[in-house]
């Protein structure tokens, strides 16, 4: 029996285990990304050809516990290697892990080289060559603490490279063989074998339709490219069982076309579906898969389709305002799959479980999933009315003119009047204030009174006087909620009279799941923008079109602090948004700044923050990247060659994924990491200001004892949010050179 090693991308181990059992393997044993197993060479060789799930397979050829440094060379010597390579052929060596204090993976490679060419030179007084790009064999060793596995890798390229993509230049959004992976938690074999229609609304490059297609044909995933696989030239393959596999799998592979069912896709860009079209083509489903140049909005399928499956990955959305746009989206679907596949199942991906609540179905279960870096949960839906749900929705509308149209007598109830006065209360406690700091954007009301969770805030714009932005707080689940409802029309009702202003003047974002009837206006896309003025700076604000409105107001003496520090000197702001802060400090006699953020839209309302107040752009620039990976890219160059500014403005989001950054951000475990490399930007004392709104956020400044750490939460706490004084965090962090 031999050992084998199958790695698989995160979430699939134990879908792994079961395909890998299914090979014939034995003593199967998961590991976080992959499984061991054992079994004859048949066994390793199947998984080679059949497994949909795999990246590598490897043969194991020694798993022992070294006792230093010298002992790895010595161990990987002792090898027979005549048996894998002659000494005219070529091989590579990669290596993971550390241990012995080995802790760069050169060096560990540069050890077990060392070990195959000795054993070369004793045994043959001669050695083979290191190719990297195609060797004759490919070695990797893993090393954990002192346990060293060493293994030849079968396949050579990653299998979930099935081949229908060679040549295309496009980075598929989802990996094959987590699609194959998808498919198989969402029941297709099971359903395909009865004869069920596969269909993906939004099937983008078309990765589900062809790995739909490969299972339901009995299609061995690795046969396309069966000769470009690094078993061929291992020097103890055995070409006549692998000869013998192959034409088992092409015979599975026509008795399975013969009764392969319907599978269609569908989406909105052209040019994702010429990109699908040539892949299926290469894939040779070309007369079997049907695709269509269709949005969901359209709301009909093309034919008479037998009940199936549908599976699809939507757009998931970057920042907030993003995000907001993509909730359309999943209404959108979520309506189509009640007026047009009723009785069909349903699976679909997505990287915000939030999202999930705007389709409007209720799942029957969830799987966690991990697409490349990013986490991701698939809900499996069964489409059926009494499963039907009103979808959760962001809205934005005039809720009060409809209350005082449909019920004028709350205005006058006892618990309007006392929102009413405490409204009034806290304006009045506000005024002096406000007009000697010349505020013209500030909260007044923040959940004042529990009962009535709202928050509450004024702007005074240049265009048209004053707005009122009115946000509520989700309510626990422990309240009833018909009395959450009437206490929010309560509040509404009394708010054009306490705040002076014209209900078409006041703008609700309202988090509420809709029943029945009880429907608000969604979110606009009016694309209005006003002008308030704050720390003499003119600033671009929405009320209607995102859940914020392009200035958070908590943050307004964080941004004159990076103002203040930043004047004569130069400034880096990272996640800068709309840029609000870089504005300030170019009106503060900041001399230039570089201002980062991975969306397009902040980015594109940011210029316009910079034009309202005639910055130069060529002395601050604004830049789309992914600031991690800039950050990345910055800190590994040598110090000299790294750009340095003299105050660093860090303000990123509490957590964050994105279809434009691999993996998650996580500030409560990534923050140090992101400062020391923010740091390592700062001229000779230069100052990083870091700040956040995670309530629970802690700095680990023990892991900063190198640097001046001050804290400045309190003294950057406006008044008007005192009464909510956790709702951020700040420091100044100073490099002492």
């Known amino acids: 029996m031999s050992q084998f090693f199958a790695t698989t991308p995160k979430g699939l181990p134990e879908l792994l285990r079961e395909e890998l059992m299914g090979f014939g393997a034995t003593d199967v044993k998961m590991q976080p990304t992959g499984a061991t197993f054992e079994g004859d060479l048949e066994v390793g060789y199947r998984a080679c050809l059949w497994s949909r799930l795999a990246n590598h397979i490897y043969y194991i050829v ?57 054993y070369f ?61 998808i498919l198989l938690r969402a029941n297709w074999p099971e359903i395909a074998k009865n004869g069920g229609v596969f269909y993906d609304p939004m099937c983008g490059s078309g990765t589900f339709l062809i790995e739909a297609a490969m299972i339901a044909s009995d299609c061995a995933p690795g046969i396309m490219k069966s000769e470009l696989m690094a078993l061929n030239r291992w020097k103890s393959h055995d070409d006549i069982l692998w000869q013998k596999l192959i034409e088992e799998a092409d015979a599975r592979e026509a008795e399975g076309l013969r009764t392969l069912p319907e599978i269609f896709g569908s989406d909105l860009s052209h040019k994702s579906l010429d990109i699908a079209e040539e892949a299926i083509e290469n894939a040779g489903y070309g007369d079997i898969i049907d695709i269509k140049q269709m949005s969901i ?3 009909r399928k093309w034919g008479d389709w037998p009940k199936g499956l549908i599976v699809t990955n939507p757009p998931y959305g970057e920042r907030l305002g993003e995000v907001e746009e993509v909730k359309q989206v999943y209404m959108h679907l979520g309506d189509y799959f009640k007026l047009e596949f009723e009785g069909w199942k349903a699976a679909v991906l997505t990287c915000h479980p939030e999202l999930g609540l705007y389709l409007g179905l209720k799942a029957k279960r969830s799987h966690d999933f991990a697409n490349g870096t990013m986490e991701c949960k698939l809900f499996r839906l069964d489409i059926e009315p009494e499963l039907y749900r009103q979808p959760a929705m962001q809205v934005a509308g005039n809720l009060v ?27 009045k406690g506000l005024k002096s204030w406000v ?6 954007a500030y909260r007044v009301y923040d959940a004042d009174i529990p009962e009535y969770a709202l928050a509450m805030d004024i702007y005074e714009t240049e265009e048209s006087g004053r707005w009122v932005v009115v946000a509520e707080y989700a309510p626990p689940k422990t309240v009833n909620p018909t009395k959450a409802k009437r206490r929010l029309y309560e509040a509404v009702s009394a708010l054009p009279k306490a705040f002076g202003v014209p209900a078409d003047r006041i703008v609700f974002k309202v988090r509420s799941r809709q029943k029945g009837n009880d429907q608000y206006e969604q979110l606009d896309e009016q694309k209005n923008y006003f002008t308030v003025v704050e720390n003499q700076t003119r600033l671009r604000v929405n009320f209607t079109d995102y859940l914020d409105t392009g200035l958070f107001l908590d943050h307004r003496d964080i941004r004159k602090e990076v103002g203040t520090l930043s004047s004569g000197k130069s400034l880096l ?37 910079f034009m309202n107040n005639d910055i130069d752009e060529r002395q601050h620039r604004l830049e789309q990247v992914n600031v991690i990976e800039w950050l990345d890219e910055q800190s590994a160059l040598p110090d000299t060659s790294r750009p340095k500014f003299d105050v660093v403005f860090l303000d990123p989001p509490s957590f964050s994924t994105s279809k434009r950054m691999e993996g998650t951000l996580d500030i409560q475990r990534d923050h140090i990491d992101l400062i020391l490399k923010a740091m390592s930007l700062l001229s000779s004392n230069g100052k990083l200001v870091f700040s956040t709104n995670m309530r629970k956020f802690k700095l680990d400044e023990e892991a900063l004892n190198a640097y ?6 309190q003294r950057t706490m406006p008044m008007d949010f005192k009464r909510k004084a956790k709702i951020h965090q700040g420091w100044v962090i100073t490099k002492q050179d």
């Open 121 to 181: 030179r004793e045994h043959f007084d001669s050695r083979p060559d290191i190719d990297t790009e195609f060797p004759d064999l490919k070695v990797h060793a893993h090393l954990n603490r002192q346990q060293l596995t060493l293994s030849i890798d079968l396949t050579g390229h990653s299998l979930h490279q099935r081949g229908y993509r060679e040549g295309q230049q496009v980075v598929a959004p989802l990996k094959e063989n987590v699609a194959a992976a």
């Open 708 to 713: 001046d750490v001050e804290n400045i939460t």
């Open 62 to 118: 020694l798993d022992t516990e070294l006792e230093d440094q010298d002992d790895l060379t010595q161990q990987v010597m002792n090898i027979d290697w005549s048996k894998h390579l002659d000494v005219n052929s070529t091989f590579s060596v990669s290596f993971s892990g550390q241990g012995l204090g080995i802790t760069h993976s050169h060096f560990g490679a540069l050890k077990v080289k060392d070990g195959i060419v000795d």
């Open 297 to 299: 909005e359209q709301g």
């Open 401 to 427: 003119s409809q209350l005082a149209r449909l019920q004028p007598e709350l205005s006058e109830s006892d618990n309007a009047k006392m929102v009413a006065n405490r409204i009034k209360k806290n304006l």
């Open 435 to 440: 007009k000697k700091n010349d505020i013209n």
């Open 573 to 609: 702001n990272l996640f800068c948004y709309t840029a609000t802060a870089t504005a300030q400090a170019a009106n503060m006699g900041c001399k230039s700044s570089l201002s980062l953020d991975m969306s397009k839209t902040y980015l594109y309302w940011a210029k316009h923050n």
